[in-house]
């Protein structure tokens, strides 16, 4: 029995465990926008006067937790499959009992 | 009568009435600055985001800061969160009811344990938040700073500024949002940071 086709289906499990720790493992489900923080002076070139927080809203997607769940999903449905086809070649190159 | 009469000692006297009695402060901020920022977090999920959308004035006297009164007003629908169905979500009727309740507005009439730091007031603000239609008596910590003759640094304008800081929290089930519901995923407490500028022009 040929693994590789299991390893094949383990592609879209490793390419989405992939893609959600390249966006930082959030445990939140996707984001289309990323809010960053500026500090701006309150007065201009008084900094003694204190800062206020400018949050800046930035468009950018961010994967969620739905991606490793959908990669996996993908996987076990494409293993099922490979383990389904392999099991019946399997069984029609026994072929039937002589009696 | 000569106007001049009349109009030549109400201007030398100007000056003195903008530095003398209370003033009030608009907080709707032309540069855009004043924000809050909203924190929640849950088992499962944490929901950060911020809202834009203030407005409101506060009447400060930095002789009588004890007497320090108004209103801070928050468009509800310029909160904004980073997932566009959860910000959809949290709009929506079965939470915020942006559309049948636009504001969340808190009102204070008076500040108590008024401690002074330098620059900086430290106090209490009593007064009462209402979210939904729905209004709880608070005491809300607060950090202000009257920068006298700033405004004109700030936005071109003569004027003083009033700077108000504050990180308090809420709970939602005060406010009968969903209140039980989905506790796991939106937690119960909401944790406030704002950090206002109001201008009083002279």
């Known amino acids: 029995m040929s693994k590789k086709p299991y390893l094949f289906s383990s592609l879209p499990l490793v390419v989405g465990l992939l893609l959600w720790a390249k966006d930082g493992c959030r445990l939140s489900f996707w984001a289309t926008k990323v809010a960053s923080s500026l500090e701006v002076p309150i007065v201009e070139g008084m900094p003694e006067l204190g800062f206020q927080t400018q949050i800046v809203w930035k468009e950018q997607y961010l994967s969620g937790i739905e991606c490793p769940i959908f990669g996996l999903f993908l996987s076990l449905l494409f293993g099922l499959c490979v383990f389904i086809h392999q099991r019946r070649a399997s069984t029609s190159s026994i072929g039937p009992s002589p009696s | ?202």
Do not use: C
């Open chain 2, 1 to 202: 009568m000569n106007p001049l009469s009349i109009s030549l000692p109400t201007a030398l006297l100007l000056p003195l009435f903008a530095f003398a009695g209370s003033k009030s402060f608009d907080f709707k901020d032309p540069k855009g600055v004043n924000t809050i920022i909203f924190q929640m977090d849950a088992l499962l999920e944490s929901i950060n985001g911020s809202g834009a959308g203030i407005s409101g004035s506060v009447e400060f006297d930095p002789e009588e800061p004890s007497q320090t009164s108004g209103v801070i007003l928050l468009d509800a629908s310029s909160l904004r969160v980073d997932n566009p169905v959860l910000q959809e979500h949290m709009h929506g009727e079965e939470w915020l009811n942006v559309g049948q309740f636009p504001s969340i507005e808190f009102s204070f009439s008076q500040l108590s344990d008024v401690k002074r730091s330098g620059r900086e007031l430290s106090a209490m603000a009593e007064g009462k938040m209402t979210i939904r239609n729905t209004t709880i008596k608070m005491k809300v910590p607060v950090k202000i700073s009257h920068l006298q003759g700033m405004l004109e640094k700030r936005n071109k304008t003569p004027g003083d500024l009033l700077v108000v800081r504050s990180q308090f929290s809420v709970s939602r089930e005060d406010f009968g949002i969903r209140s039980g519901e989905h506790l796991d995923k939106v937690a119960n407490q909401i944790d406030i940071s704002l950090n206002l500028a109001g201008a009083a022009p002279y």
